[in-house]
């Protein structure tokens, strides 16, 4: 997708996003059908499916197949609406390039057999999500979290809860980057290929790497 039909995608998801905050649909409220809701808002039906595809990734719709798509029960939802799930990003990733590098360095000396196993099944597991396109939120904090847990640190935990926001809201905005894909591919084999030969400073040299890429995608789309 160029910069053109990205903007024209998240425009299209802030509109929605201002009928939920403005009180047009309610939570639990069922969206008109495509045709009717593309015309409404001026745009084709794909773009429609493409900012509909945001707003479910980033749980403030949900779609129910055979039934429609829906605005998430469990989500609170405001005006101010899409430009939340980038806002803060640059920061929150600068934050873990101060940190996860030094986590994955630690995790190369002190991991178990044990935990290295863990690890590298869920760098698997984000690395099928990606081939596949699928939603790899889930994987990828678990796998960020199996290398923060090989630290044997007791307050690495305490900063987990902004890595998975940071993870989260990244997948939101990077997913259709293809460059960024296969940058997360690399990356990922790296950092595990040197947790299991136990080189902490390469362990941390392919983490930082993992985040800087990221990082170089986030600013490409401003």
Request: one cysteine or more.
């Amino acid at each position: 997708m160029d910069n053109k039909s990205q903007r024209l995608t998240d425009s299209t998801a802030q509109s929605i996003l201002k009928m939920i905050g403005n009180g047009r649909f309610s939570i639990g409220d069922k969206l008109p059908n495509e045709i009717e809701l593309s015309s409404e808002l001026g745009v084709s039906r794909s773009t429609l499916r493409e900012a509909v595809k945001i707003l479910t990734t980033s749980s403030v719709l949900e779609i129910r197949r055979g039934k429609g798509t829906f605005v998430t029960s469990s989500t609170v939802v405001d005006s101010s609406g899409l430009s939340d799930i980038a806002s803060g990003l640059d920061d929150l990733f600068e934050m873990r390039l101060m940190f996860e590098p030094d986590c994955a360095y630690l995790a190369a000396q002190r991991a178990t057999d044990e935990e290295i196993e863990i690890i590298c099944h869920y760098g698997e597991e984000v690395e099928k999500k990606i081939l596949s396109g699928e939603d790899r939120t889930y994987e990828e904090q678990k796998f960020h979290e199996s290398i923060a847990n090989a630290t044997h640190n007791a307050f690495v935990q305490q900063f987990m809860p902004i890595i998975f926001n940071a993870i989260k809201k990244g997948v939101v905005v990077l997913i259709k980057d293809k460059d960024i894909g296969e940058d997360n591919l690399k990356d990922d084999r790296l950092i595990m290929d040197f947790i299991k030969k136990r080189n902490p400073d390469g362990a941390k040299t392919a983490m930082r790497l993992h985040i800087i890429h990221a990082l170089e995608g986030l600013k490409g789309r401003n």
